[in-house]
């Protein structure tokens, strides 16, 4: 089949987003993807007729970390922004890189308390390495921060 005129003006258009479909061109691999085995008579006319394009869904080009995997709501944030969004996990590690995380008005604030009342610093939260919702780099970062300020007593609930 030709494929139609890629011309969208004054013509509907449509964004598909088929989460979970996956694609793999190494045909090495079609024993064991499950799209490849199915009946698609569908999506082959779609995708033999109609222009389409392949988007990358992880790491720097969704804002992620490098190397990290994305998900559905990463992508559909990037998608619906049209460009780059950084995650918060970025945002965050890049202020442990320059310093301004140490610096943070809640955090004074936070050490501030803790000291005045000879208390302790409970952490609680996301303990993960995967990088989407968390990163251990968060972690090591308000460990340094109690170091830097000599609070002793720190207490950890990891949610993993």
Known sequence: MAKRKASLKNR????????GWGYNNDSS???YNTIKQASTP???MLMAEYPNCLIHTSGL???LPAGTMGNSE??????GAG??????SVRISKTIQDGSFFENKE??????FVKCNNGKMHVMGLCSDIGVHSLLDHLYGLLELARRNDVQDVFIHAFT
């Open 12 to 19: 509907p258009f449509v964004l598909i987003i088929r989460d």
């Open 29 to 31: 691999e079609d024993e």
């Open 42 to 44: 569908v999506d082959d």
């Open 61 to 63: 080009d969704v804002g």
């Open 74 to 79: 990463v992508g559909h944030q990037n998608i």
């Open 83 to 88: 460009r780059i969004v950084p995650q918060e």
């Open 107 to 112: 955090f004074s604030n936070l050490i501030k």
